[in-house]
């Protein structure tokens, strides 16, 4: 019944995704390894809170962009150091009893993504920051993001959402859980595009090249060379700053030098600043510091004047009335 209604153009089949079953590498052929993840987590802030669940699907790829076969399956709980908030129990439908007591293990993560060139994300922005954050490793990896380096639209999907590509696919799955997302990517990204004439993995593929090139050891040594250079380029417009600073100070004493060698009359603070060759704000940091406690007037008393200040700061509030 339901190959009849696949066959009519007043009907449309889903039908439930079914997971790939690993397989032995291919041997003889150019194939390459990628890692689909995905990570569920108590909220969306980054730098706060957790990850609830991981997922990753590790897969060898043809140049031309098919699937050669499934390699491994990684999936965990994480237990939070905070309950799961409600919402996100609702919509990944995990619980703080599914994962208590659990955690990932670091040096089965790194094993595992070990010999990657390149891990995928649906929306590589949020999962990276986190797998980065918990995994050392993901920081030396080349990142894809299949939500925005593939113009769905351009290649006739209603949107780039995981449900929405899915389906238009002809496929549903349990969304919300890591490791299900997983295999849910693999199928899209296995789905030939009918405008390209090939697998939608395909249309990323010179991306994931360039990836792969950049996550090398001479790139690696490359980019400790770009953040040598971009501290020392930092060094040096602090430098460029501060020569600025004493630059525009000494033009402002020479202008003042001027308008007294030509006789114009110059204000009490611009007299007092010409006295002092330090400026105003080295003289507030001595005055405060140098200011004995007895002579401080609370913060509810009213403003001290010159004549009941030290020599010091009596100029420095005439420069600053």
Not at 299 to 316: D, G, I, K, Y
Request: aromatic share 6%.
């Amino acid at each position: 019944m339901a190959e009849r209604l696949a066959k009519s153009a007043d009907y449309r089949v889903l039908r439930r995704l079914v997971h790939r079953e690993p397989s032995t590498r291919i041997t003889g052929q150019s194939t390459k390894t990628a890692i689909l993840l995905d990570v569920e987590t108590t909220g969306l802030d980054q730098q706060k809170d957790e990850i609830i669940e991981l997922g990753m699907v590790k897969f060898d790829y043809l140049p031309d962009g098919r699937i050669a076969g499934l390699r491994d399956v990684f999936s965990s709980f994480n237990e939070p150091a905070e309950p799961i908030p409600p919402d996100v129990i609702a919509l990944t439908g995990i619980t703080n009893e599914m994962v208590a007591g659990h955690r990932i293990d670091e040096e089965a993560v790194s094993s595992f993504a070990e010999d990657a060139v390149i891990v995928i994300a649906h929306n590589a922005g949020f999962d990276r920051k986190f797998a980065e954050r918990y995994w050392p490793i993901f920081q030396r990896k080349a990142w894809g993001c299949s939500a925005t380096e593939i113009e769905w639209r351009k290649h006739g999907f209603e949107g780039s959402r995981l449900g929405y590509l899915l389906n238009d696919v002809g496929l549903f799955h349990q969304a919300h859980r890591a490791v299900d997302d997983c295999y849910a990517l693999l199928e899209i990204l296995a789905f030939e595009l009918s405008t390209a004439g090939a697998p939608a993995l395909r249309s990323c593929s010179s991306r994931l090249a360039k990836r792969r090139c950049e996550c090398g050891p001479s790139s690696r040594r490359s980019s400790s060379k770009r953040a040598q250079a971009a501290r020392l380029s930092l060094e040096r417009r602090q430098r460029w700053q501060a020569e600025v600073m004493v630059r525009r100070h000494r033009r402002k004493q020479a202008g003042r030098r001027n308008c007294v060698s030509q006789g114009r009359d110059l204000s009490p603070r611009h007299r007092a600043a010409l006295a002092d060759p330090h400026g105003v704000r080295p003289i507030f940091r001595t005055c405060i510091a140098n200011w004995p406690a007895a002579s401080r007037a609370p913060a509810s008393a009213a403003r001290p004047t010159p004549q009941a200040a030290p020599e010091r700061v009596r100029r420095l509030l005439l420069m600053l009335n």
